[in-house]
């Protein structure tokens, strides 16, 4: 219920009482505040100013709970909306307020802690224990500074952002995800088709440039022992095709790879190449390579890719686009389950929908590698600072 006075007239009605002795309902009829309101200020029993009544559980106790919730998510373990329910009732077992009816807070109670606390439920997403380790502010700082560095050396000898390159691979699965479709309500199993009980990992290399003007054609690898050469046809133009026993990148692969791009990028130098540092990456053969033409090799820190490489951003785009395009193949051949061979047809569409100059020079500035941007990233622990500040 809405207050209907103003705290002005609390005030002058609660000093009318104590100072000049008028009853609490003289004052009620004279200032215009319920009596029990003027009373409990006068006793002391309530200090509170605030509109509607009291919480269940006290001030001090919320702000905890939320403090609690707001540290677990920081540190990737969320509360879901059944634990924080969990959590008050054991609080309000505690503490010498009324409590809870029948001992369990209501939806109402959840919604209103959330409103009070500014609140929200979101999807979480899935991330190792690894990856998260690696979410500092050290390597952070770390990682800026030598991005820093190496920027103010190279572009003093002429580096553009056309010359900056981030190069990573991705797997393609031909089992999309279905995500939720509508049906009658009560329905109790709802299926859709799919190409596949499992699907077969194809990896997909990309490399592009900081102003999306030079988009290296993808190289594709399939698993196996050899290619079949019908795997090759209806690809985009300019397309690598291989193959490997699990379908991932190895050293010989990536060193071919390493060179096709090398030989196929303008002339102009320095060039770096951003990417992770994973083993097959590492060669001697291509840092010799790499040295040789004035190509500056810049491995992001391990871990830490989902944060700072620019293509993990521009990936996820084409990932969508895929599973849309793979959804739209299944609806036009009704009899016909996706396999590798398939693959051409609805990776092609999803490529020239998601690889585009905009997405590419949207990845470089979310992750602030251009223009070089070290407070675009915010981590989840300098979230949390500043909600504190805020606070």
């Given amino acids: 219920m809405r207050r209907k006075y103003e705290l002005e007239l609390l005030d002058r009605a609660v000093s009318a009482v104590k100072d000049a002795g008028v009853s609490y309902r003289g004052a009620a009829k004279t200032y215009g505040v319920p009596y029990k309101t003027i009373r409990d200020h006068v006793l002391g029993v309530s200090t509170s100013t605030k509109r509607g009544p009291k919480t269940v559980l006290p001030q001090k106790m919320e702000k905890d709970l939320c403090e609690a919730i707001v540290e677990m998510r920081v540190m990737g373990h969320g509360v879901r909306r059944q634990d924080v329910m969990n959590l008050a009732a054991d609080v309000a077992e505690k503490c010498d307020g009324p409590g809870f009816k029948k001992l369990c807070p209501?939806?109402?109670?959840?919604?209103?802690?959330?409103?009070?606390h500014n609140l929200a439920l979101r999807q979480p997403m899935n991330i190792s224990v690894i990856r998260m380790s690696m979410e500092t502010l050290e390597v952070k700082t770390e990682f800026y500074d030598r991005v820093e560095e190496t920027y103010n050396q190279l572009i003093a000898r002429g580096l553009k952002p056309h010359m900056i390159y981030n190069m990573?691979?991705?797997?393609?699965?031909?089992?999309?995800?279905?995500?939720?479709?509508?049906?009658e309500k009560g329905t109790k199993k709802v299926r859709i088709r799919?190409?596949?009980?499992?699907g077969e990992n194809i990896t997909v290399v990309a490399c592009v440039n900081a102003s999306g003007s030079h988009i290296i054609p993808p190289t594709i690898?399939?698993?196996?022992k050899s290619l079949n050469e019908d795997l090759t046809k209806g690809g985009i133009e300019g397309s690598v095709y291989a193959h490997s026993p699990?379908?991932?990148?190895?050293?010989?692969l990536f060193t071919e790879y390493f060179e096709r791009w090398r030989q196929s990028i303008p002339p102009a130098r320095p060039a770096l190449l951003f990417y992770d540092g994973h083993a097959s990456h590492i060669s001697?053969?291509?840092?010799?390579?790499?040295?040789?033409?004035d190509i500056h090799i810049f491995c992001f820190p391990p871990h830490t890719t989902h944060l700072y490489q620019p293509l993990d951003r521009v990936f996820g785009s084409l990932k969508t686009a895929f599973e849309h395009s793979c959804q739209v193949k299944m609806r036009k051949n009704k009899r016909k389950s996706l396999n590798r061979y398939d693959f051409n047809s609805v990776f092609a569409p999803a490529w020239f929908k998601s690889m585009t100059p905009a997405n590419i020079q949207s990845g470089f500035r979310q992750c602030g590698l251009w223009p070089l941007d070290r407070n675009i990233v915010v981590l989840p622990c300098e979230e949390n600072n500043q909600a504190e500040e805020g606070s």
């Fill in 194 to 198: 799919k190409g596949g009980e499992r």
């Fill in 168 to 183: 990573d691979e991705s797997g393609m699965c031909l089992v999309a995800k279905s995500g939720k479709i509508l049906a």
């Fill in 106 to 116: 209501t939806s109402k109670w959840f919604r209103g802690f959330r409103k009070r």
């Fill in 246 to 252: 699990r379908s991932f990148i190895d050293s010989e």
């Fill in 284 to 293: 001697n053969t291509v840092i010799q390579a790499a040295r040789a033409d």
């Fill in 221 to 224: 690898i399939f698993r196996g």
